[in-house]
């Protein structure tokens, strides 16, 4: 089983930065793919980004589109841990940040919230 501890959410203002990190931790040795996914209020959970993980990968990354420019996605393999750095904040971006990983199995954090208003 893999358990996944998202930090990071909290207020931040219109074009301010936060910045979310999630630890992978238990059967987490053979995670090749983690990334960040959101639910806005009324809305479905959406992707927001992905990283290739583990020490043979790439790092390869995918983003949304309504995001590319302003978060990046990374990774640091020996602590099992992925970031997601959000710079120039919107309203819109506000939404509860789940972490996400696959190992043959599908896994969830508990989530966390980000709102973004003046």
């Known amino acids: 089983q893999v358990q996944l501890a998202e930090s990071g959410g909290g207020l931040a203002q219109p074009g301010g930065s936060l910045r979310l990190s999630c630890v992978a931790s238990?059967?987490?040795?053979?995670?090749?793919?983690m990334g960040w996914y959101r639910r806005a209020p009324g809305k479905q959970r959406e992707l927001v980004a992905i990283?290739?993980?583990?020490?043979?990968?790439?790092?390869?990354?995918e983003y949304a589109e309504s995001v590319k420019g302003r978060f990046t996605i990374s990774r640091d393999n020996p602590k099992n841990t992925v970031y997601l750095q959000m710079n120039k904040l919107k309203p819109e971006d506000t939404a509860v940040y789940y972490c996400?990983?696959?190992?043959?199995?599908?896994?969830w954090g508990q989530g966390t919230q980000v709102t973004v208003s003046s």
């Open positions: 996400h990983a696959l190992n043959g199995g599908v896994h």
């Open positions: 238990g059967s987490s040795s053979n995670i090749y793919v």
């Open positions: 990283i290739t993980t583990g020490e043979a990968s790439s790092g390869s990354t």
